[in-house]
């Protein structure tokens, strides 16, 4: 009698089941004793690393300026980079506030062109201490302009020659900015973000040979108060 292929399959697989049967085994109440579980903490094999409170943590509410510089001098023209950071009102109040009052320092460097005498070119460095005070002219929830007058006490240095002296500037500046008040778990903020466009231009007591007409302009930021421990 020929067997057909299934009932041979399932011939073989009866005959050899009592071979399998002894190696199925039932996990479920397996009682055999698992692998110890170790604390390392303690193991001088690991290295424990400890995190040490640093301390409260702080940001000013400043007003930050970064960009273009110049002067005319008795060479030519001198073009350069300025920068000025100082505290003031509007980046500390978390109401949109019309008047800022705010006190930095500045400074610049100026390249003048190259002496055809000496084939060299002479810079010139200035900077020192402001007192500003500034006025909206136009305010919404989301952006103002500002016009601001800043008197400065500053050295300059330039053709080996140093001079200390005082400056008057008039500046615009328009800002995009978001103000208010939060508290968080550990920390808290007041105050306003900003970021914007400033122009400047006035006078500047100088070393000889530099003109008393300063200008300028570039990026203005503002950052709130923040305090974080």
Known sequence: ????????????????????????????N???????????????????????HRGPRYMLPLKIDLGFAGANTAMGYAP????????????LSPQPVDTDVGIGVFGALLATPVDPAMNTS??????GAYLEVGHT????????V????????????AFDKDKKGFGLMGRLSAELYTAGAGVAPRGVFLGSYAIGLYVEAGAR??????????????LTFRTPFAFLW
Request: proline content about 4%.
């Open 30 to 52: 397996n009682t055999a004793p698992q692998p110890e579980a170790r604390d390392h903490r303690n193991d001088g094999n690991v290295e424990v690393v400890e995190y040490r």
């Open 137 to 144: 002219l136009a305010r919404n929830d989301f952006a103002r």
């Open 122 to 127: 002479s810079g010139i460095a200035y900077g």
């Open 80 to 91: 350069g980079i300025g920068a000025a950071i100082g505290i003031h009102w509007a980046s």
């Open 146 to 157: 500002w016009a601001s007058g800043r008197g400065e006490y500053l050295a300059s240095s």
């Open 205 to 218: 007591d100088m070393v000889a040979d530099v003109s008393k007409f300063s200008m300028g302009a570039g």
């Open 1 to 28: 009698m020929t067997l057909r292929l299934p009932y041979l399959v399932l011939a073989l697989a009866a005959a050899s089941s009592p071979a399998f049967a002894d190696e199925v085994r039932d996990h479920r």
